[in-house]
């Protein structure tokens, strides 16, 4: 480690700028470490929001972390506003420019609107979630637009605090993400649990809060849930020059120029964008060692790794997702829990434990 690195900033206070921090401490970095938060909450486990946070009675502790050991001074409530990558600056809306010899760029992604109407919800930081479990309180009639994870952990939620919920989706719920046998499972359990699922090529929210159907149709509730992806938070880089297609560009050990590091959802390798928390801890640790070693720090190996809960059912995956055709069942079967493997044409493999219990490291060599 040179010794000319005296002061690194880390923007972004979620689980890629708080592993950034930590793993730049763990390496030996025992110099002035500062790290800006646009929310005034501490770190904070992004996967609760939806889970158990949400549940009327639930755990209000479920999202919290561990308190930090990086020793960092941390700006909370205050956004980045601009960066001036010739005279190393971060500026903040406060008017704040801090100074770095090194930085890790970790502003994440907010969610993605349908629209500007003040009814629609969506669940992205704590407090959206707060806010989404004071109105389930009231049980009111909820559409949730969006089939993928977060919607179907959201609608699965709202069934459980009591409330009548309709998930609008774009073709089956959840078929992008894992595929037509897994989509069909969950699909199934949550039709068991009182889920109303409506297909549609497309949807629009209208004032009323209603969901217009591209075929017609309407879905009218007492509260519209939107989850139909993310956006990277970029915009405050406008004018440095890092930023193209909307997402920041790295090479392989997540840096975007040798003094700037990028990780977890507003990062591209290529052109893809893994916003998973298990890739925001895994891109954290290898820019952060990359800003301090350069090229003798190790590439980021993806080991895709994803996991939900949801109308009673818990699956891990590893490797390559979505999965086409039937499973292989090395554990269980078809009626029940189990351990099941996809193989692909390369050799590799997913493996996927569905309400099995088994060590993440063992699920791993299942897929290998």
């Known amino acids: 480690m040179t010794a000319r690195i005296r002061r690194v900033v880390v923007v972004g206070n979620g689980i890629a700028g708080l592993t950034a921090a930590d793993s730049l401490r763990d390496a030996g970095f025992d110099?002035?470490?500062?790290?800006?938060?646009?929310?005034?909450?501490?770190?904070?486990?992004?996967?609760?929001?939806?889970?158990?946070?949400?549940?009327?009675?639930?755990?209000?502790?479920?999202?919290e972390l561990p308190p930090a050991t990086h020793g960092a001074e941390e700006l909370l409530g205050v956004r980045a506003s601009g960066l001036d990558v010739e005279r190393r600056l971060v500026r903040l809306a406060d008017g704040t420019a801090l100074p770095y010899d090194r930085l890790v760029i970790a502003t994440g992604s907010r969610a993605r609107r349908l629209s500007e109407l003040p009814g629609e919800f969506t669940l992205r930081g704590l407090d959206d979630a707060l806010a989404l479990r004071d109105r389930l309180a009231g049980r009111p009639d909820v559409a949730v637009v969006g089939g993928g994870p977060l919607g179907m952990e959201i609608a699965s939620a709202c069934l459980a605090s009591g409330c009548r919920v309709t998930l609008v989706s774009q073709g089956p719920p959840l078929i992008e993400h894992l595929g037509p046998y897994l989509s069909e499972?969950?699909?199934?359990?949550?039709?068991?649990?009182?889920?109303?699922?409506?297909?549609?090529?497309?949807?629009?929210?209208?004032?009323g809060v209603r969901v217009r159907l591209a075929e017609g149709g309407v879905v009218e509730a007492g509260l519209v849930v939107s989850a139909v992806g993310d956006v990277p938070n970029t915009e405050w880089l406008a004018g440095s020059g890092l930023t193209g297609g909307g997402a920041l560009r790295v090479c392989s050990r997540g840096l975007v120029r040798p003094d700037i590091a990028a990780a977890g959802d507003l990062a591209a390798y290529g052109k893809r964008r893994v916003p998973l928390w298990n890739s925001a801890i895994e891109q954290a640790r290898v820019a952060a060692a990359a800003l301090l070693r350069g090229d003798e720090a190790p590439p980021l190996r993806f080991r895709p790794y994803f996991w939900t809960e949801q109308f009673g059912l818990s699956l891990k995956a590893v490797g390559e997702l979505p999965v086409r055709g039937e499973p292989e069942y090395v554990e269980g079967g078809p009626a029940g829990a189990g351990l099941m493997r996809w193989s692909h044409g390369d050799g590799s493999g997913t493996a996927v434990a569905l309400n099995h219990r088994i060590p993440i490291p063992r699920l791993r060599r299942a897929a290998a």
Do not use: C, M, N, W
């Open 31 to 63: 110099g002035e470490l500062t790290i800006v938060g646009d929310e005034p909450h501490p770190a904070y486990s992004r996967p609760a929001l939806s889970k158990a946070l949400l549940l009327g009675g639930g755990d209000l502790s479920a999202h």
């Open 185 to 207: 499972v969950f699909a199934e359990a949550a039709r068991e649990r009182g889920l109303t699922i409506v297909e549609t090529a497309a949807a629009r929210l209208e004032p």
